[in-house]
């Protein structure tokens, strides 16, 4: 049962199945109590599964009734999903001819709003076996080099270019040069589709890049596409890829209720702000800046912000340069400045943002915070994964919409106060705050579990375990995908349960109610973990958790 007058419905075509893509926007969603509808799992692939973009498209067009908007990855439309845009199973003419659905599905849907996303081709290849690891960073080198060579002319770089085409083979070069071409058509023609209004609003995302690279010149032809049809209110080029379908379901939804949040911003140094992140090409402020307005927002210095974004900048070096001495020292005393900022200016309206080091949160943030005058279940949002783009976008659209649902509960407060609700209402209301909490929660404790948890600790100590003990490789765990997943599983569970013993369990999230009715919701014992490598492979996992909540009637 809705909080709203009516359901709303958004349609809804992943990157591809990963849980960032399919499982995320779902519990956002949930949180604000919208119904997002994806195609069937079987056909959107895995990892060595091509997805099926014929019947996706076939499944867009299929869809009835009250639709609200449909969010829609135009990589997963063309290619096949993300993995699949790197190579060249579609041919340029196929993938173009696949975008032909969105005049369809804009003439179906009428009124309803088409949100799209499409990523700008990272620097390297994708490394998903020893044999193409070997040329992931020789590529990444390629393409920036060659930039740097061919487009500005620097000589000093040609004998390195030379060396670097001698040692990649031909093949791969070329199949790399030729998706770059075609998926910048494909962008072109995701351009001239909003420019018809087939699309309402298009999301270029850049994806793992640098400060050079083959993209730039790519980004530089977007931008004057989007210029000469003059529809740049309706088109943003950023850095980002696997957070775009949660930002764009923040922003119809900002939209959709005509709430524009403002946005405070603290670095946790000023030197770090206008660093460029690992795997970004523009100084980690602008990022910032892009983030805020993609997910239909609006940057303020006021502090009444709506929502504080605290953000631990990127640093120089590796994390082990920080491990001991006077650099642990300095990054401890940063970030419990940070964290100190941030509880002094909006204790109650914290998102937080850790971009310090790609891949995983920065254990000097996650120590501090543990013994701050912050509390991990109070926060807003957390998000510590992947890229800085990856972390900006999910913390802000996860923020963003926890700030509604809290209105949302308050909305509950107001009905039971200026109306005579029924007991099967009030029960109806009741149960969707409590799923509501329920989401926001899973998302929260889980951002901490797998960004922080495992992303930081057991994944590093377990891919020791896989290539030293199994003797197998990280890149595919086939042979050894049971054995592996059950040694995640029994580190992660443990780990979890004492985080939530210590920073979630009995905790009180809200307040329902008023006056003499007034009750909490509080959080009781996490009975389970579930934890799957959803790729079998170790850059990710799924999970799921099962834990309660108490309805606790005030003054208990």
Same mark, same amino acid.
């Given at each position: 049962?809705?909080?709203?007058?009516?359901?709303?419905?958004?349609?809804?075509?992943?990157?591809?199945?990963?849980?960032?893509?399919?499982?995320?926007?779902?519990?956002?969603?949930?949180?604000?109590?919208?119904?997002?509808?994806?195609?069937?799992?079987?056909?959107?692939?895995?990892? !060595?599964?091509?997805?099926?973009?014929?019947?996706?498209?076939?499944?867009?067009?299929?869809?009835?009734?009250?639709?609200?908007?449909?969010?829609?990855?135009?990589?997963?439309?063309?290619?096949?999903?993300?993995?699949?845009?790197?190579?060249? #199973?579609?041919?340029?003419?196929?993938?173009?001819?696949?975008?032909?659905?969105?005049?369809?599905?804009?003439?179906?849907?009428?009124?309803?709003?088409?949100?799209?996303?499409?990523?700008?081709? %990272?620097?390297?290849?994708?490394?998903?076996?020893?044999?193409?690891?070997?040329?992931?960073?020789?590529?990444?080198?390629?393409?920036?080099?060659?930039?740097?060579?061919?487009?500005?002319?620097?000589?000093?770089?040609?004998?390195?270019?030379?060396?670097?085409?001698?040692?990649?083979?031909?093949?791969?070069?070329?199949?790399?040069?030729?998706?770059?071409?075609?998926?910048? %058509?494909?962008?072109?023609?995701?351009?001239?589709?909003?420019?018809?209004?087939?699309?309402?609003?298009?999301?270029?995302?850049?994806?793992?890049?640098?400060?050079?690279?083959?993209?730039?010149?790519?980004?530089?032809?977007?931008?004057?596409?989007?210029?000469?049809?003059?529809?740049?209110?309706?088109?943003?080029?950023?850095?980002?890829?696997?957070?775009?379908?949660?930002?764009?379901?923040?922003?119809?939804?900002?939209?959709?209720?005509?709430?524009?949040?403002?946005?405070?911003?603290?670095?946790?140094?000023?030197?770090?702000?206008?660093?460029?992140?690992?795997?970004?090409?523009?100084?980690?402020?602008?990022?910032?800046?892009?983030?805020?307005?993609?997910?239909?927002?609006?940057?303020?210095?006021?502090?009444?912000?709506?929502?504080?974004?605290?953000?631990?900048?990127?640093?120089?070096?590796?994390?082990?340069?920080?491990?001991?001495?006077?650099?642990?020292? !300095?990054?401890?005393?940063?970030?419990?400045?940070?964290?100190?900022?941030?509880?002094?200016?909006?204790?109650? !309206?914290?998102?937080?943002?850790?971009?310090?080091?790609?891949?995983?949160?920065?254990?000097?943030?996650?120590?501090?915070?543990?013994?701050?005058?912050?509390?991990?279940?109070?926060?807003?949002?957390?998000?510590?994964? #992947?890229?800085?783009?990856?972390?900006?976008?999910?913390?802000?659209?996860?923020?963003?919409?926890?700030?509604?649902?809290?209105?949302?509960?308050?909305?509950?407060?107001?009905?039971?106060?200026?109306?005579?609700?029924?007991?099967?209402?009030?029960?109806?209301?009741?149960?969707?705050?409590?799923?509501?909490?329920?989401?926001?929660?899973?998302?929260?404790?889980? %951002?901490?579990?797998?960004?922080?948890?495992?992303?930081?600790?057991?994944?590093?100590?377990?891919?020791?375990?896989?290539?030293?003990?199994?003797?197998?490789?990280?890149?595919?765990?086939?042979?050894?995908?049971?054995?592996?997943?059950?040694?995640?599983?029994?580190?992660?569970?443990?780990?979890?349960?004492?985080?939530?013993?210590?920073?979630?369990?009995?905790?009180?999230?809200?307040?329902?109610?008023?006056?003499?009715?007034?009750?909490?919701?509080?959080?009781?014992?996490?009975?389970?973990?579930?934890?799957?490598?959803?790729?079998?492979?170790?850059?990710?996992?799924?999970?799921?958790?099962?834990?309660?909540?108490?309805?606790?009637?005030?003054?208990?």
């Amino acid at each position: 049962m809705s909080l709203r007058h009516r359901s709303h419905r958004i349609i809804y075509v992943p990157l591809d199945n990963r849980p960032c893509n399919a499982r995320f926007p779902g519990l956002l969603a949930r949180m604000v109590d919208f119904e997002l509808v994806m195609p069937p799992l079987d056909i959107l692939g895995e990892a !060595r599964q091509e997805a099926q973009p014929s019947r996706i498209a076939d499944w867009l067009v299929q869809q009835h009734g009250s639709i609200d908007c449909a969010i829609i990855s135009l990589d997963m439309l063309a290619y096949g999903g993300l993995v699949p845009s790197r190579t060249m #199973n579609a041919a340029p003419e196929t993938a173009l001819e696949r975008l032909d659905v969105l005049a369809r599905l804009r003439e179906q849907l009428g009124e309803a709003a088409v949100y799209a996303f499409s990523t700008i081709m %990272r620097l390297s290849i994708t490394a998903n076996s020893s044999e193409t690891g070997r040329y992931w960073e020789p590529m990444r080198q390629y393409s920036e080099i060659s930039y740097r060579v061919n487009r500005l002319g620097q000589a000093e770089y040609e004998e390195r270019l030379r060396e670097l085409e001698e040692q990649i083979p031909a093949e791969i070069i070329s199949d790399y040069r030729a998706a770059r071409e075609r998926n910048h %058509r494909v962008n072109l023609r995701a351009i001239d589709e909003t420019a018809e209004h087939h699309i309402d609003f298009l999301a270029l995302t850049q994806e793992d890049a640098a400060e050079y690279g083959l993209h730039i010149d790519e980004q530089e032809r977007l931008r004057d596409r989007v210029a000469s049809l003059n529809i740049d209110d309706r088109v943003m080029i950023y850095p980002g890829a696997d957070e775009a379908g949660m930002t764009l379901l923040a922003r119809f939804i900002h939209r959709h209720m005509l709430k524009t949040p403002t946005v405070r911003v603290l670095y946790s140094s000023e030197e770090g702000a206008d660093r460029i992140a690992t795997f970004e090409d523009r100084p980690l402020r602008q990022s910032v800046e892009a983030h805020v307005a993609a997910v239909g927002a609006e940057l303020t210095e006021r502090e009444e912000a709506d929502l504080l974004l605290a953000v631990n900048a990127p640093v120089e070096g590796q994390r082990a340069d920080y491990q001991r001495g006077a650099a642990r020292d !300095r990054r401890r005393r940063e970030v419990r400045n940070l964290l100190r900022n941030a509880a002094a200016a909006a204790p109650q !309206r914290i998102a937080l943002a850790d971009v310090a080091f790609p891949n995983g949160a920065d254990e000097a943030l996650m120590r501090e915070l543990r013994h701050s005058s912050l509390q991990p279940h109070r926060l807003l949002s957390f998000a510590a994964w #992947n890229t800085a783009g990856n972390s900006l976008g999910s913390a802000l659209a996860h923020g963003t919409l926890r700030l509604i649902a809290l209105q949302d509960k308050g909305a509950f407060d107001l009905a039971q106060l200026l109306a005579d609700i029924s007991p099967m209402r009030y029960l109806e209301l009741l149960n969707s705050v409590i799923d509501s909490e329920r989401a926001h929660i899973e998302f929260l404790f889980g %951002r901490f579990v797998d960004d922080w948890l495992y992303q930081s600790r057991v994944r590093t100590e377990v891919t020791e375990k896989v290539v030293e003990l199994l003797q197998a490789s990280v890149f595919d765990l086939s042979t050894s995908y049971r054995q592996t997943e059950r040694m995640v599983a029994q580190e992660l569970s443990a780990a979890a349960s004492d985080l939530w013993t210590d920073h979630f369990l009995a905790q009180e999230m809200v307040q329902i109610g008023i006056d003499q009715s007034r009750s909490s919701l509080v959080l009781d014992a996490l009975e389970e973990t579930r934890v799957r490598l959803p790729w079998r492979r170790l850059f990710e996992v799924e999970l799921d958790f099962k834990f309660g909540v108490e309805l606790v009637p005030g003054g208990q």
